[in-house]
């Protein structure tokens, strides 16, 4: 009897391994590119019979991390920590775009009190204390694209690293006489009437991706239905914020717990119509990282890109396609022609196979 019921034990802790197994864990941050709040509020997730769990993290670092030790099996992260992740050899793949900045939908902005005459330009900055998030984040690296642009050195201003969240505060105080803030940050910053906006940072960063989904390489494999389905989820997310995006806003506001007089004008990035990303920015990305000393270059990069980007695409977001149907984008057509800062050459000579 003691070996009948030891038995039985066995065979339920089984079952609860295998159901535990079969939820998908993913971590996201409160940001407003992050669109898991929006699949998960559409019903996308059940739609494709996937049971997944959302897990919130306030740090990309934080939610990497879960990801590397098993306990998550997918998050989004920029082009930063994505080239960072693939010069260690790490198993993953790099899927999705999640979401991508233009002209029409800017990412950042560098801004200054509402009262201030002295700085009308970015120059102005010359002898400023400026707020940025850190070394080696996103906003560290588009100011040397920022600087090139405009003609400046780097130490033309002093940095001053701060959270999104306490930079309205340390603006207002005069503490720093601008800060480099992302949204929803920089709604919240003007609506508390702490800054307003000098420029966007498109004006030196036409356009990049600012996030894409990575999963588990040993996930996705041993899961091919599953991880192409939360590819076709991400993929429709995109489509409906870009199709929806007053409703997407009011969405994501809620899950930020953000008030509605933030959400309703809060700016929004652009989703690419068919995942992919765009692999010229993936470049200028990683030559702006050797040239900012944040990176080694690769002993073969090409042959990264294709490990990490281009075969998974082909993998998983390609097959994804062709049961949801390709679909006619004009933004990203029409920013895929500009050459970016850091491309030592054409943007043609980065396209990956379903740009060209």
């Known amino acids: 009897?003691?070996?009948?019921?030891?038995?039985?034990?066995?065979?339920?802790?089984?079952?609860?391994?295998?159901?535990?197994?079969?939820?998908?864990?993913?971590?996201?941050?409160?940001?407003?590119?992050?669109?898991?709040?929006?699949?998960?509020a559409t019903g996308l997730y059940k739609k494709y019979g996937l049971d997944v769990k959302l897990h919130r993290f306030q740090t990309g670092p934080a939610a990497l991390q879960g990801l590397l030790s098993g306990d998550l099996q997918m998050v989004e992260a920029g082009g930063v920590p994505m080239l960072n992740l693939a010069a260690q050899n790490l198993p993953l793949y790099f899927l999705v775009s999640g979401g991508i900045n233009t002209p029409g939908y800017p990412a950042g902005a560098m801004m200054i009190r509402p009262d201030d005459t002295s700085i009308k330009s970015f120059q102005d900055l010359k002898g400023k204390k400026v707020g940025q998030l850190g070394k080696g984040t996103i906003t560290y690296l588009w100011l040397w694209n920022a600087t090139a642009h405009f003609h400046m050195k780097r130490d033309d201003f002093q940095e001053i690293f701060v959270p999104f969240p306490q930079m309205g505060g340390l603006l207002a105080s005069k503490q720093v006489d601008a800060v480099y803030a992302w949204p929803p940050f920089d709604t919240m910053i003007a609506d508390a009437g702490q800054g307003r906006i000098l420029v966007n940072d498109t004006a030196w960063n036409p356009y990049a991706v600012v996030n894409a989904m990575i999963v588990r390489k040993e996930w996705a494999d041993r899961n091919p239905v599953e991880a192409q389905a939360l590819v076709r989820v991400a993929i429709e997310t995109g489509r409906w914020i870009d199709d929806h995006s007053d409703q997407a806003r009011a969405m994501i506001g809620a899950g930020l717990g953000l008030p509605a007089k933030v959400y309703e004008k809060m700016r929004m990035f652009y989703f690419p119509r068919n995942g992919y990303q765009l692999m010229p920015s993936i470049w200028d990305f990683y030559y702006l990282m050797i040239k900012a000393g944040q990176l080694q270059p690769y002993s073969d990069p090409r042959a990264v890109i294709r490990k990490y980007w281009i075969e998974p695409a082909q993998r998983f977001i390609t097959p994804a396609l062709a049961k949801i149907g390709k679909q006619p984008d004009p933004v990203v057509a029409s920013v895929l022609k500009v050459r970016l800062m850091n491309l030592p050459a054409a943007p043609e000579n980065y396209y990956a196979p379903w740009e060209r």
């Open 1 to 40: 009897m003691k070996i009948v019921s030891t038995l039985v034990l066995l065979v339920l802790l089984a079952g609860r391994q295998i159901a535990a197994a079969d939820t998908i864990n993913i971590g996201y941050m409160p940001v407003i590119n992050q669109s898991e709040i929006v699949a998960e």
